[in-house]
Nanobody, 115 residues
Framework: QVQLVESGGGLVQAGGSLRLSCAAS????????MGWYRQGPGKQRESVAG???????NYADSVKGRFTISRDNAKNTVYLQMNSLKPEDTAVYYC?????????WGQGTQVTVSS
């Protein structure tokens, strides 16, 4: 069973930065494909960024050039560095792991960007 715990959310002014972390336990972390998703108020959950077990990355168009996903297999942790934050980035951010075809989700962390 894979368990995920996000941290690093908070309140930040527009233009600021935050770094989210997602610590994983269970299974073999280096084999996980990891992703960050977000759900804003009144919106559907959407993919923000993903990173494969081989560290290939992909990003939503809305965050390209501002957000960076990375992973540290020694620490069983995936990160999301968020720069140049905008009010529209306000959302609950979730971490997801895909492992042997099954998806596992964290509990989410709130990011609020004030204008």
């Amino acid at each position: 069973q894979v368990q995920l715990v996000e941290s690093g959310g908070g309140l930040v002014q527009a233009g600021g930065s935050l770094r989210l972390s997602c610590a994983a336990s269970g299974g073999i972390f280096s084999l996980y494909a990891m992703g960050w998703y977000r759900q804003g108020p009144g919106k559907q959950r959407e993919s923000v960024a993903g990173i494969t077990s081989g560290s290939s990355t992909n990003y939503a168009d809305s965050v390209k050039g501002r957000f960076t996903i990375s992973r540290d297999n020694a620490k069983n942790t995936v990160y999301l560095q968020m720069n140049s934050l905008k009010p529209e980035d306000t959302a609950v951010y979730y971490c997801k792991a895909r492992y042997w075809g099954d998806d596992y989700w964290g509990q989410g962390t709130q990011v609020t960007v004030s204008s």
